[in-house]
């Protein structure tokens, strides 16, 4: 597009992507974790870098799930196998252990040309299908699993944006509603926000450690029912941000729920090696799903998402994972099929990732012991994290934290002064942003508002991971307990 020039000149051409032009449901995308409380941060460690003196010497991000970012050392047996099937000049090498090198092996004989570096099968290599589906089977109690509905996936997330997709259809009362809870993790509200769905919002109880409610998931269905067609539940299980285990009877109650209603469940899973309360314990839905019966097992569609971004790995940088179908229609996977041929396939490095942690080191092998040792560190040390998170916070004044039962994050709920709302008001922000903000200007501490994930008006939180090194999160507990007091006492 052009315009005529002035006197001659040559014509100013004109932008064909503007804000006006561009797709406008991309400006309704929001993605809380990496939003403007992040982009701060990153501006202050530059400025720490430029010599500008703050009253901090460094900002500590305890805003997203990335454990090697917070100094986690990677499991040992994982990087060997990743090595091999980078460099296979290493199967040379004596130090590598031989379990290690038959998994490489194994990985880089069903590659083409024995190379990571060459394309696989779009649903992923099949031996670490396979892989996946005796994982699986030994995680719930034998109960059979299909590699032809594995699929494996660009970390948990693409595979959940891809689900949502092959769901979401219909215009105005007839558009798809999808079932999330609130709070949230913000790939949920991004992805229906980017496909044009309607966003269906259920509320944990915070009062009862974060359940969720069937009730509360009548009532919202009842009333998204009057304005659009809900067709989805999503259920996140070990919650983030909320750090809740949902007990068995819990998801019996939401399978027989989706079932009765008609409703597609999407159960994230991702979170499923970080248990730590006493009493809690893991269950899939999919075990659940199948232990209650045929008139469950053989109708309710259901999707269950992994991924190697967290657990005791934390690989986040290797985009591994996968979903497992269960009742998918032939036809519509034939359609799934032919999406994700369209990118090709999943990161082979992140698939071999997924090989490994689905078929660890056995008892009796020469890396079983340290895997194990390792293994077990990084989860005993979460749990003691999880548990001084929630004591320090239950002993500030004007803070409530739910103990963290699981996952990687404490959701606390804060008081915030009427003076710090008008304040925030002022400013153009929510309150629990205001107080984020602030937090991080005069501390360098770096958490998420709880307004980015969802949250009951007239209620205020910030989500934080767990995940700094014992020492370094004690320093975060203790600054961040000290400017809490002083921020209520600024602004009662």
Not at 198 to 218: F, G, K, P, T
Request: aromatic share 8%; net charge neutral; hydrophobic share 35%.
């Amino acid at each position: 597009m052009s315009t005529e020039g002035v006197n001659g000149a040559a014509p100013v051409r004109q932008k064909v992507l503007t804000l006006e032009s561009m797709n406008q449901q991309i400006k309704k995308v929001e993605y809380a974790v990496r939003g403007p409380i992040v982009q701060r941060a990153v501006q202050i460690e530059k400025e720490l870098q430029q010599g500008v003196r703050k009253p901090f010497s460094e900002v500590i991000k305890a805003n997203i799930g990335d454990a090697h970012a917070m100094g986690q050392k990677p499991i040992t047996f994982i990087r060997q196998v990743l090595a091999i099937c980078t460099f296979p000049n290493l199967m040379c090498d004596h130090t590598v252990p031989d379990d290690a090198k038959k998994r490489a092996e194994r990985i880089l004989n069903a590659c083409g040309g024995n190379s990571i570096g060459a394309y696989t099968t779009s649903q992923g290599l099949e031996c670490i299908r396979q892989d996946v589906v005796r994982y699986i089977e030994s995680r719930d109690g034998g109960i059979p699993s299909d590699p032809n509905n594995i699929f494996l996936s660009t970390g948990a997330s693409d595979a959940i944006v891809t689900t949502l997709k092959l769901l979401v259809s219909g215009e105005g009362k007839s558009r798809t509603g999808i079932m999330i809870p609130i709070p949230q993790y913000p790939l949920y509200s991004a992805a229906i926000a980017d496909l044009n769905a309607v966003q269906v919002n259920y509320y944990l109880d915070e009062d009862n450690c974060w359940a969720l409610n069937i009730e509360e998931l009548r009532r919202a269905l009842n009333h998204a029912r009057t304005h659009c067609n809900p067709k989805v539940l999503c259920t996140i299980n070990p919650g983030n941000p909320t750090g809740q285990v949902q007990s068995r009877q819990v998801i019996e109650d939401v399978i027989r729920f989706a079932a009765e209603e008609g409703l597609f469940l999407m159960a994230d899973e991702v979170y499923q090696d970080n248990v730590y309360a006493e009493g809690c314990q893991f269950h899939s839905f999919k075990k659940v799903l199948f232990e209650m019966g045929p008139q469950y097992s053989n109708t309710l569609e259901l999707a269950s998402f992994h991924s190697v971004s967290k657990g005791y790995m934390g690989e986040c940088g290797y985009r591994g994972g996968y979903v497992e179908y269960v009742n998918l229609d032939p036809g519509v996977k034939a359609q799934l099929i032919k999406l994700v041929s369209v990118r090709l396939c999943p990161p082979v490095s992140g698939q071999a990732v997924l090989g490994v942690i689905t078929n660890p080191p056995k008892p009796g092998e020469p890396s079983y012991e340290r895997f194990i040792k390792e293994k077990q560190h990084v989860l005993s040390s979460l749990a003691e994290r999880a548990q001084m998170t929630e004591v320090v916070f239950s002993d500030t004044p004007g803070i409530r934290c739910n103990p963290v039962q699981g996952a990687m994050y404490s959701f606390p709920r804060i008081e915030i002064p009427p003076k710090a709302i008008e304040a925030a008001q002022a400013a153009g922000q929510a309150p629990d942003m205001f107080f984020c903000m602030k937090l991080l200007e005069d501390t360098g501490i770096c958490v998420v508002p709880g307004s980015g994930f969802g949250q009951r008006e007239g209620t205020y939180h910030f989500r934080m991971t767990i995940l700094p090194k014992t020492e370094k999160l004690k320093v975060l507990l203790s600054k961040l307990k000290a400017f809490y007091l002083d921020f209520i006492k600024q602004y009662s």
